[in-house]
T-cell receptor, first 115, second 111 residues
Framework: NAGVTQTPKFRILKIGQSMTLQCTQDMNHNYMYWYRQDPGMGLKLIYYSVGAGITDKGEVPNGYNVSRSTTEDFPLRLELAAPSQTSVYFC??????????????FGAGTRLSVL | DAKTTQPTSMDCAEGRAANLPCNHSTISGNEYVYWYRQIHSQGPQYIIHGLKNNETNEMASLIITEDRKSSTLILPHATLRDTAVYYCIVSLIQGAQKLVFGQGTRLTINP
C-alpha cells in the first residue's frame, strides 16, 4: 500500500521563487495535514483540511497556501520563498469515525532549502 | 507549546526494556495520550494511544497513572531499530486532532 506520498523528496529554491509541495493519499482519509520540522525541533502544524473544499490554519500558516479539491490530494504552496522556510515538510492523513484508531499516517517528507 | 514534558535523551541496552516517561499534568478529561516515534528524520510513526486504561499492542505498552498526569511507554525488548525520537502528545481523539509535538525523547539503543 502506498499510504501518504510526498513529492519531491528534496528541493533547493532561490529566495523569491515559488513552488508546490505535493501530497497524495490512497486511503480515502478525510483529514489531511501539513507540518514543518526545523532542525532539532518537533513538528509544527501549518494547515489542515477536514475534507475536499475545506481547509483551516494551523500554528504557523504565514507564507503558505493550501487547497483541497479532491479527497486524495492536499498540495502546499509557497509563493515567495524565504530562508525561514528552509525546513522538512511532512504531510499526514487520518480517517475518522467510531470503531477505528483515529491516528495520523505520515509521508516520508520533503526537505526544502531556500538560499 | 507542547502540553507534555519528556526527558531530552535516554539510553538503553539492546534486549532490555526501554521505559520512556512523560508528564502531562494539565491533561483534560477527554484527551488521549498518544505516542509517535521518528526514526532518523523519517515521517513520524504511530506507536500507541490510551485514555486511562493501560494499553498494549505489538509494538509497545502504555502505562497511564490513575490521576492521568503522567504515563510511561514501554518497549519490552528494545532492538537497535528502536533508536529514534519518541514523542508523547495529548490530544482529543475526534475533531481536528491538531497534534502538538514537543522536542521528544531521543532514545539510543546500545549494543
Amino acid at each position: 500500500n502506498a499510504g501518504v506520498t510526498q513529492t519531491p523528496k528534496f528541493r533547493i529554491l532561490k529566495i523569491g521563487q515559488s513552488m508546490t509541495l505535493q501530497c497524495t493519499q490512497d486511503m480515502n482519509h478525510n483529514y489531511m495535514y501539513w507540518y514543518r520540522q526545523d532542525p532539532g525541533m518537533g513538528l509544527k502544524l501549518i494547515y489542515y483540511s477536514v475534507g475536499a473544499g475545506i481547509t483551516d490554519k494551523g500554528e504557523v500558516p504565514n507564507g503558505y497556501n493550501v487547497s483541497r479539491s479532491t479527497t486524495e490530494d492536499f498540495p502546499l504552496r509557497l509563493e515567495l520563498a524565504a530562508p525561514s522556510q528552509t525546513s522538512v515538510y511532512f504531510c499526514a492523513s487520518r480517517d475518522t469515525g467510531t470503531g477505528i484508531q483515529n491516528i495520523q499516517y505520515f509521508g516520508a517528507g520533503t526537505r526544502l532549502s531556500v538560499l | 507549546d507542547a502540553k507534555t514534558t519528556q526527558p531530552t535523551s535516554m539510553d538503553c541496552a539492546e534486549g532490555r526494556a526501554a521505559n520512556l516517561p512523560c508528564n502531562h499534568s494539565t491533561i483534560s478529561g477527554n484527551e488521549y495520550v498518544y505516542w509517535y516515534r521518528q526514526i532518523h528524520s523519517q515521517g513520524p510513526q504511530y506507536i500507541i494511544h490510551g485514555l486511562k486504561n493501560n494499553e498494549t499492542n505489538e509494538m509497545a505498552s502504555l502505562i497511564i497513572t490513575e490521576d492521568r498526569k503522567s504515563s510511561t511507554l514501554i518497549l519490552p525488548h528494545a532492538t537497535l531499530r528502536d533508536t529514534a525520537v519518541y514523542y508523547c502528545i495529548v490530544s482529543l481523539i475526534q475533531g481536528a486532532q491538531k497534534l502538538v509535538f514537543g522536542q521528544g525523547t531521543r532514545l539510543t539503543i546500545n549494543p
